[in-house]
């Protein structure tokens, strides 16, 4: 059946697609030569043929396109990746999955992960205007530390030019719903100037952005989430700075700072929907209760790389974080307190504050005593510090809390053996979490007794291993296998925060045990002058894991239960001419857990854990001209959702999007004409479908949207 309904699909989408061949772009999704892929994101630059693990590129021409067509960045990740879950077209990215995984959000290698009191805000702390290149390194691995059991999505930024020219960039975008609806009105902004002088370079950049409404197919104004946080009626700001100094051949300083705002403006409230008649929830003029959600970051590196130590690079960076996430409020049960009002009308709101600084050493030499033998060693610190407060009654919800872990690790790749690469490697993991003494917020219990928490230092060493081998028979095949490790904390303070019985202490809390998942891949690519095909298959297993269940009030908390995940992601591209090229790819994706204990996963994740089936396609177009453009589908499939016994727990409806785009390339500037949900489909989220049975949570998607981007490089 699953088979049927792929062909059928894609069937159904050719049919759509081919008419409107006219439109396309220069490039497709990861459209470079395997072997012409060099990432970071595995701590040294290395060429992607000889990692043992799937790896994706995506370069600035095609992050530009899918500025166009995306309203925020991991709605972009999840266009680009079909093995991500459906954007859910909100702030928050709370249901948002990598092969069922979290992954780790990277800035030039800095972690925007709060592992602490992951409030799910780490997807959106940079404008994309400054990202030069995105690099996604598929499954579990701790090459980076802490985190990435889905995988890794590092945003490398933009940096000066070589040649010592002044180079600016300016841009202006405007976007509309297509039923011309003022309040759908948004712009955006943005202006850098970048230039090489002597052995400096110095690059600067500022972004605004100012976002309207969003509206479903039917023109009706999607509810602004005033809880979680929103993207839509809101504005944005960024600046970006990088400075870098080259004191000779070999070596390299660079600082990086980017500030980055998002606030909501505010002027409109939501009505809830209604599930049984399908009547999405809408916005409607007013003013929220309390104070307007905000996602306020501020991330600064400082890096060194030397070329030509003990006849290896050696490389090291320094990092800081700033993270604010203030989040909308209600008179929700948990923040009830009979000392401070009655119950039932105190009305709060919470934020999560967390500061890291952290160091990365690395040092890596290529054929050791010509031993075919590459070594790549380092040793990572972390501290991070977090709490989350109420703001309106200034109660802390999660105590500050203090993380600091350190890790050496040791890599080895063999290339001995002709046409096999074999690796392997250790990353020791050493974590301590530090939790004063702390008393919950009365509303964790029905009788409103607040509960004295002892505090704890639990510590924890984990040695984490990986292994890997590919095997390239020609030039032309590629086919690999890896077992990897990768280890994450629970999100500490839903765990803390949620903590409702007299006695406990933090010493003693088991749900507080990190999370060690294991991923097991296998895959193999098989690229000709026409194109290319590839297919991956990947296990990934944690026997401790963690879920999310929302509760009552629908605020999610942590379950600590077995879960597996699995699944297979197939791509394929063609270019049959040299102005013609297209793209599939189709991630078939199944998750499981541990419901009752019994050592036996029997019953389905949840669509707040894992995304439902998908196919993409694309076709570009690139004629000899001045014009080019883009069109691009993506199927959703349906999906049942089913617990230890065989019964539905929550169903996901499938549908279509497509997508257009045309440029025009009239040098110096460039105008892109860009048409999100072409044929302006009506439908809810997968996130409001499945993940969530509340009324003011269940969204509609966002219908067809105009985006006119204009930009110049002078």
């Known amino acids: 059946m699953r088979c049927h309904r792929f062909f059928m699909s894609t069937a159904s989408i050719l049919a759509l697609v081919l008419p409107t061949l006219a439109l396309g772009n220069e490039s497709l999704p990861g459209s470079s030569h395997l072997e012409e892929i ?218 990086m700072f980017n500030d980055f705002r998002l606030a909501q403006d505010g002027d409109f409230e939501s009505i809830d929907g209604d599930r049984d008649l399908g009547i999405p929830a809408q916005s409607v003029k007013g003013t929220p209760e309390g104070d307007l959600p905000v996602n306020d970051v501020t991330t600064m590196s400082l890096s060194y790389r030397n070329g030509d130590v003990a006849g290896g690079v050696l490389s090291a960076q320094i990092y800081y974080q700033d993270f604010s996430a203030l989040f909308g409020g209600g008179i929700f049960g948990t923040f009830q307190d009979p000392a401070i009002a009655p119950v039932g009308t105190l009305f709060d709101q919470s934020e ?170 296998f895959g193999g690519a098989w690229s000709t002058d026409l194109g290319e095909i590839a297919v991956t298959y990947f296990e990934s297993t944690s026997g401790f894991g963690s879920r999310l269940v929302a509760n009552a009030d629908g605020i999610f908390e942590v379950r600590r239960q077995a879960t597996k995940t699995k699944g297979w992601e197939i791509s394929g591209k063609l270019a049959p001419t040299s102005w013609l090229k297209v793209q599939a790819a189709y991630a078939i994706l199944d998750g499981s857990f541990d419901g009752d204990g019994d050592g036996q996963r029997e019953s389905d994740l ?4 894992i995304a439902s089936d998908r196919l993409n396609v694309a076709l570009d177009i690139t004629p000899e001209s001045r014009f080019s453009g883009r069109i691009q589908s993506f199927t959703f499939f349906d999906k049942t959702f089913r617990d230890g016994t065989g019964a539905q727990t929550a169903r996901f409806d499938g549908y279509t999007v497509v997508d257009a785009s045309i440029t025009a390339d009239l040098e110096p500037v460039t105008v892109t004409f860009s048409v999100a949900n072409l044929f302006d489909k009506t439908y809810i989220t997968y996130f409001s479908q499945a993940a969530t049975n509340r009324n003011d949570r269940y969204f509609a998607g966002t219908g067809r949207t105009f985006t006119l981007r204009a930009a110049a490089r002078f």
């Not at 500025?67 to 909100?90: A, D, H, N």
């Not at 095949?477 to 007299?502: K, N, Q």
């Not at 949840?606 to 854990?609: C, E, L, T």
Request: charge should be negative.
């Open 38 to 255: 060099h990432v970071t994101a595995t701590r040294t630059e290395k060429s992607a043929v000889s990692i043992p693990i799937k790896v994706n590129v995506f370069d600035e021409t095609e992050i530009r396109l899918q500025q166009t067509l995306s309203t925020s960045p991991t709605e972009m990740l999840s266009k680009l990746v079909p093995s991500f879950s459906p954007g859910r077209q909100k702030l928050t990215g709370s249901g948002e999955s990598f092969r069922g995984r979290r992954p780790l959000y990277l800035i030039d290698g800095v972690p925007q992960s709060n592992p602490l009191r992951d409030g799910r805000r780490d997807g959106f702390t940079i404008d994309p205007e400054v990202i030069e290149r995105i690099e996604v390194v598929f499954g579990a691995n701790a090459i980076q530390g802490l985190g990435a059991t889905g995988g890794i999505v590092n945003y490398v930024t933009v940096s000066a030019p070589e040649s010592g020219d002044l180079v600016q960039r300016a841009s202006v975008s405007l976007t509309i719903n297509d039923d011309f609806d003022n309040e759908g009105f948004g712009f955006r902004t943005h202006y850098s100037a970048a230039k090489k002088i002597g052995q400096f370079d110095v690059l600067g950049s500022i972004s605004f952005e100012s976002r309207g409404l969003q509206f479903d197919g039917k023109n009706r104004a999607i509810a602004v989430d005033n809880v979680q946080g929103d993207i839509a009626d809101s504005d944005s700001r960024n600046f970006f700075a990088k400075l870098g100094w080259e004191p000779d051949d070999v070596q390299r300083v660079e600082f």
């Open 352 to 521: 999560n504050n967390s500061e890291k600084i952290g160091s990365r050493l690395t040092f890596a030499r290529n054929d050791i005593a010509d031993s075919g033998v590459d070594l790549i060693t380092g040793f990572d610190i972390l501290r991070d510090k977090t709490f989350q407060r109420l703001a309106q009654t200034d109660r802390n919800w999660v105590p500050v809390t203090k993380f600091i872990n350190y890790a050496p690790f040791a890599q080895i790749d063999v290339n001995r053996i002709e046409m096999l690469s074999l690796s392997g490697g250790l990353r020791w993991e050493f974590a301590e979490l530090k939790v004063p003494d702390f008393t919950t917020l009365a509303g964790n219990r029905d009788d409103f007794q607040p509960v004295a928490v002892e505090g704890g230092s639990p510590s924890f060493d984990e040695p984490l291993f990986n292994l890997g081998a590919v095997f390239s028979p020609t030039d032309d095949v590629r086919i690999y296998t890896s077992y990897a490790e990768a280890y994450s904390m629970p999100d500490v303070g839903r765990v803390l925060r949620s903590i409702s019985e007299a006695g406990t202490s933090v010493d003693d809390f088991l749900n507080l045990a990190p999370i060690k998942t294991d991923n097991l891949e």
């Open 606 to 609: 949840g669509a707040a854990d």
